[in-house]
């Protein structure tokens, strides 16, 4: 996306993002912003409509199978949803006042803001890997989870010296033919299971992929590739993230609070 | 774009740019005030907060006067929440309210295309016991077997809904009573059950294909039609969620 014009200025003290420019094709820098930004929307919409097609499978599912999604869902805790909500929000925040800092020249803030929404993307997974998703797979609870002091009468087994301990039949909530929860009343319930792991297992891999660009803009931002001329990448970047972000919004109430 | 009759006369013709495409890209580098940025992240917080203090007071609502709300109030009040937090987020973070409109209206053509997407699968989906009527139902319960109870090469093939071999199995393994102990303990552990029945209320009365006691053991596919008896009630929620977009 980005000529870095290193001819001007190797060993000088001027920042890279000043070296910056645009490529021979443009009229201005400004065009090229304009159309890789409008380039990353048509991208976007793409993404969409990939989730379009989980939304859809969640409504007609949900339709032809009302007490299955209930069911299903009463299993979550909508205060890890909650949390994760609000991780999700303020990481969307730090990322748009990250590139705010980088227009205003404020280097130090800008990366600061970037680690930060890096570190939310990693709370998020963590949240979702291990207090929703082991469990409910495995039935492999973390020892501090805050959910196993009711369970602990039916603990059948312990492992990395009781950093994780094993509840006998709590897990097997998996989707579709993996389903081999004991205690289900609704014979759709597996239905239930592979719209949520579809639903969130592709969200969550966007979380990754968004913390790869971020870490990504990270380091070229050390190199101070990123300053109010040029930016375009961190923009882009953002946009991505509050994506996944939206993406979360439609998704928690979604999931977490059918009733 | 036609912003050339926009441009003031003073600047004359660019020849380099005919059509005035530049002169809007002024708009391209915005910075959103910190405050504006606090303020939404604050708002959207807030909407988290009230979708969930909605859906447990729908719940309250429906235990404390005994009745049982439409299914579509829970969707319909969690999508228009969950709209406008999305428009916030695309306004001011996705900074749409700044750039080149052309970056709204890509988005907009593709909310378009969802909408049309969502309406044509539900034409099917409602329409499909019209020409066949067998396809009005739904699918075997829980699966029609065959598939292998586990990962190793000879564990045992499902030879019945998959739901009613796992609890059999786990019936079993463990016996009649502490089935009935766990089975409590992990509908009613961390997150309050769908469906605990909570009284003589209305919604107790209701059929509940999900938590009849031995309902399911008994039942055939055909028990679980519930397109039959109350279709009406299962109507709303299918049409909402498309709303939210």
């Known amino acids: ?103 205003l020249d404020r280097q130090a803030m800008g990366k600061l803001l970037l680690a930060i929404t890096f570190a939310c993307g990693i709370g998020f997974l963590i949240i979702k890997g291990l207090f929703e998703y082991t469990p409910k797979l495995s039935g492999w609870f973390i020892s501090f989870d805050p959910a196993l002091p009711h369970y602990l009468d039916f603990k059948n087994g312990e492992a990395l010296g009781g950093l994780f301990v094993h509840i006998d039949g709590y897990g097997g909530k998996a989707p579709g033919q993996f389903f081999s929860y004991a205690f289900s009343d609704n014979p759709f319930e597996p239905l239930w299971w592979s719209v949520y792991y579809c639903a969130t297992g592709i969200h969550a891999l966007h979380v990754v992929i968004g913390m790869s ?22 923009e882009n970047t953002g946009l991505y993230w509050h994506l996944v972000d939206l993406i979360w919004i439609f998704l928690f109430p979604l999931l977490y609070l059918i009733h | 774009m036609s912003n ?24 391209s580098h915005h910075i959103v005030s910190g405050v504006t940025l606090v303020g939404v992240l604050g708002i959207l917080l807030v909407f988290t907060a009230l979708t969930v203090g909605l859906a447990q007071g729908e719940k309250w609502v429906m235990s404390y006067f005994a009745i049982e709300l439409p299914r579509w109030v829970n969707v319909a009040v969690a999508m228009s929440i969950a709209t406008i937090k999305a428009t916030l987020v695309l306004m001011y973070f996705m900074l749409l309210r700044y750039s080149n409109p052309i970056n709204t209206i890509v988005f907009l053509v593709c909310l378009v295309a969802f909408a049309l997407f969502l309406f044509f699968t539900g ?45 059999e199995r786990k019936l079993n393994e463990v016996g009649p009573e502490k089935f009935a102990k766990m089975k409590a303990a992990f509908s009613h552990g961390h997150a309050e059950h769908a469906h605990a029945d909570t009284g003589p209320t209305a919604s107790a009365a209701k059929v509940k294909s999900g938590t009849t006691p031995g309902l399911f053991d008994a039942a055939a596919p055909a028990a679980h039609d519930e397109h039959g008896g109350h279709a009406e009630d299962h109507a709303a929620p299918a049409a909402k969620p498309a709303a939210g977009h």
Not at chain 1, 14 to 29: D, E, F, I, N, T
Not at chain 2, 124 to 151: L, T, V
Request: hydrophobic letters at 45%; one cysteine or more; glycine letters at 10%.
């Open chain 1, 1 to 103: 996306m980005s000529t870095l014009d290193t001819r001007s200025g190797i060993g000088s003290d001027v920042p890279l993002w000043k070296r910056y420019a645009a490529g021979h094709h443009w009229r201005s820098a400004d065009e090229e912003f304009d159309a890789c930004t409008l380039g990353f929307w048509l991208f976007l919409a793409t993404e969409v409509l990939l989730f379009a097609g989980l939304f859809c499978a969640y409504a007609m599912l949900r339709y032809k199978y009302p007490e299955a999604f209930l069911n299903g869902s009463s299993h979550l805790d909508w205060r890890w949803g909650c949390l994760n909500t609000g991780v999700l929000l303020i990481s969307s925040y730090t990322m748009a006042a990250s590139i705010r800092m980088f227009q």
């Open chain 2, 4 to 27: 050339a009759h926009a441009a003031p006369a003073s600047h004359g013709f660019d020849e380099l740019d005919p059509h005035g495409a530049g002169k809007h890209t002024k708009h």
């Open chain 2, 123 to 167: 034409l099917d989906i409602n329409n499909r016991g019209n020409i066949d009527p067998i396809k009005a139902n739904q699918i075997q319960a829980g699966g029609i077997g065959g598939i292998k109870a586990g990962w190793s090469k000879d564990a045992a093939v499902i030879d019945k809904a998959s739901v009613v071999y796992w609890r």
């Open chain 1, 213 to 234: 660009l971020i870490a990504w803009c990270f380091f070229r931002a050390r190199k101070g590739a990123y300053g109010p001329t040029h930016y375009t990448m961190v």
